[in-house]
DNA sequence: AGACTGACATAAA
DNA sequence: GTTTATGCCAGTC
């Protein structure tokens, strides 16, 4: 076909269109239920998942942060004490600092 | 211009 | 099973 493939747009409006996108894929996660960087990621459309901790350290302050956790079901560092315990509040339980993702991963 | 950092992921040891 | 190293993308120095 001879339609052009806009793979790439220098325009800043996709830019913000992207981290409206995180922030509505991690509202989107209900309580009770967690999702990984890459999970919401990959539904955001992200290239990577570090763009999803920067959207977070930026703007996630509405947002439900604290069911969005590692891979491994390990939160971040500096966070692991209030995440575990938010999310506790919510009914996850996690074993030490680490979660367990196969029971709680959020799957749309 | 290049180099470092970071709320990550994956592979290898 | 865990820990270590490398790669990724974007922002900052």
């Not at 922030?23 to 290239?47: E, F, H, K, L, N």
């Not at 901790?53 to 604290?66: I, N, S, T, Y």
Request: charged content about 30%.
């Amino acid at each position: 076909m001879d339609a052009v493939a806009p793979a790439r747009r220098h325009n800043a409006d996709v830019d913000e269109e992207l981290h409206e996108r995180v922030r509505d894929v991690i509202a989107s996660i209900p309580a009770g239920r967690v999702a990984s960087y890459g999970d919401i990621a990959a539904i955001a459309g992200a290239s990577t998942p570090r763009l999803v901790g920067r959207v977070l350290g930026e703007d996630g302050h509405d947002l439900p942060w604290h069911r969005v956790l590692r891979a491994d079901g390990t939160p971040a560092p500096h966070l692991v004490h209030k995440q575990l315990e938010l999310l506790r509040g919510e009914g996850v339980l996690a074993d030490g600092s680490r979660v367990d993702m196969r029971v709680y991963r959020w799957r749309p």
